[in-house]
């Protein structure tokens, strides 16, 4: 469980969070849905601990990571993984470079056996000596996800890491995420402002405007929602 507590958070003296509470239940992949500017990044941020909020707080798995405006746990302590937009590969390194770097500098054991157990379950086995620049789009994206979830987090945050797909390769990986919960047994939260693909991975979509929630519930429930800026957002944007 990810709880936050009546959050508020600002750039600038430019407030984008104001008094936000929600939950993010263990084990349940949830999409925050919304345009730019609605706090959605913010929020994975915020819980990621690379934001600190104004006021309010933040706990996971009933610890609390931050209150506020004060760094209870650092980011590296929250067990947890994020997917940037831009993926933030390392050019210089080779896919099972990229992937064994957290390992190595954990000092783990059996890195190798690891990192190839990991390119083997996204089907990237063959690429493992290629850089980043030599595979597709989707490739890259396994790649940044591997290179997350190698790691073991309890948590994996994902800012809208689909934004440059064309739709054939949005499809196909869609499906690794989806499945990302049950075989690694962890919590993810996806940050899209593409309805269809929240409605394609998500046990729970959260609708935001301007920080704060206009709907909260299952795909079925968006879907049939009377709220006027859903339906909106859900029509034209």
Same mark, same amino acid.
């Given at each position: 469980?990810?709880?936050?507590?009546?959050?508020?958070? *600002?750039?600038?003296?430019?407030?984008?969070?104001?008094?936000?509470?929600?939950? /993010?239940? *263990? !084990?349940?992949?949830?999409?925050?849905?919304?345009?730019?500017?609605?706090?959605?990044?913010?929020? #994975?941020?915020?819980?990621?601990?690379?934001? @600190? %909020?104004?006021? $309010?707080?933040?706990?996971?798995?009933?610890?609390?990571?931050?209150?506020?405006?004060?760094?209870?746990? %650092?980011? &590296?302590?929250?067990? #947890?993984?994020?997917? /940037?937009?831009?993926?933030?590969?390392? %050019? &210089? /390194?080779?896919?099972?470079?990229?992937?064994?770097?957290?390992?190595?500098?954990?000092?783990?054991?059996? +890195?190798?056996?690891?990192?190839?157990?990991?390119?083997?379950? /996204?089907?990237?086995?063959?690429? =493992?000596?290629?850089?980043?620049?030599?595979?597709?789009?989707?490739?890259?994206? #396994?790649?940044?996800?591997?290179?997350?979830?190698?790691?073991?987090?309890?948590?994996?945050?994902?800012?809208?890491?689909? =934004?440059?797909?064309?739709?054939?390769?949005? !499809?196909?990986? #869609?499906?690794?995420?989806?499945?990302?919960?049950?075989?690694?047994?962890?919590?993810?939260?996806? +940050? @899209? &402002?593409?309805?269809?693909? *929240?409605? *394609?991975?998500?046990?729970?979509?959260?609708?935001?405007?301007?920080?704060?929630?206009?709907?909260? $519930?299952?795909?079925?429930?968006?879907?049939?929602?009377?709220?006027?800026?859903?339906?909106?957002?859900?029509?034209?944007?």
């Amino acid at each position: 469980m990810i709880k936050l507590e009546n959050i508020t958070h *600002a750039y600038d003296e430019k407030i984008v969070i104001r008094g936000l509470t929600m939950d /993010f239940e *263990a !084990r349940k992949p949830t999409c925050l849905l919304g345009s730019s500017g609605s706090g959605k990044t913010t929020i #994975l941020r915020l819980i990621a601990g690379l934001e @600190t %909020p104004k006021e $309010g707080r933040i706990s996971i798995s009933g610890k609390t990571v931050t209150q506020n405006n004060s760094i209870v746990v %650092p980011p &590296h302590q929250r067990h #947890l993984g994020f997917i /940037f937009q831009d993926l933030a590969l390392w %050019p &210089h /390194f080779t896919v099972y470079r990229n992937i064994a770097f957290g390992l190595a500098e954990r000092k783990e054991k059996n +890195v190798k056996d690891t990192v190839f157990d990991m390119l083997d379950f /996204f089907g990237l086995k063959e690429y =493992a000596d290629k850089y980043p620049h030599q595979l597709s789009g989707g490739q890259q994206q #396994l790649v940044a996800i591997s290179r997350a979830l190698v790691l073991k987090p309890e948590i994996l945050l994902m800012d809208e890491p689909l =934004a440059n797909l064309d739709v054939k390769l949005k !499809r196909k990986t #869609l499906e690794h995420i989806k499945n990302l919960n049950r075989h690694f047994d962890l919590t993810v939260i996806y +940050v @899209t &402002h593409d309805h269809r693909e *929240a409605f *394609a991975i998500a046990d729970r979509v959260v609708v935001l405007n301007e920080g704060k929630i206009e709907e909260s $519930g299952t795909v079925e429930q968006i879907k049939s929602s009377e709220n006027k800026f859903v339906n909106y957002f859900l029509e034209y944007e």
